[in-house]
């Protein structure tokens, strides 16, 4: 594949090193508890690869991995605690925080379960309750 579609991405101290590869399948916003606790802000800015486009290139036996649901399997450095990725395996996709990939041209389409939000933003993206209905949300949109 073309250079031109891989980007590199590492933990906050570099002992952790990957690449994704192609385009991102979404990029958006969260603005669940879980997402918030996890990365210690209030919302968490998102890109869902498939699985397949996400290698880990250095430090895969550094990687921590924590589950407090079958629904995500949180990846982080054991080195400096720097968070990586997460693995959704109900939606098939892998979430690679897009502050991990620096060179990545971050677009963000929309905000997903805006009805826990405590930061409301004012982007004119679309807003949803929970998540879109092919991703098995109600797909319902909530006003800015």
Known sequence: MSNANTYQGSCFCGAVRFTV?????????????????????PVNAFT??????VQVTQGADNIG?????????RKWCKSC???????????????????????LDYQPTVHVNYQETVLHIKDGLP?????????????????E
């Open 81 to 103: 605690g720097g968070h990586l990725f997460s693995e959704h395996p109900g939606m098939g996709l892998t979430d690679v925080y897009a502050a991990v990939i620096p060179a």
């Open 127 to 143: 807003k949803l309750k929970d998540f879109p209905k092919e991703m098995g949300g109600s797909g319902i949109s909530l006003d």
């Open 65 to 73: 991995t924590y589950h407090k649901t079958p629904n995500s399997y």
């Open 48 to 53: 869902l690869w498939q699985p397949d486009a």
């Open 21 to 41: 590869t192609g385009e991102p399948v979404a990029m958006g916003y969260c603005h669940c508890e879980s997402c918030r606790h996890w990365s210690a802000g």
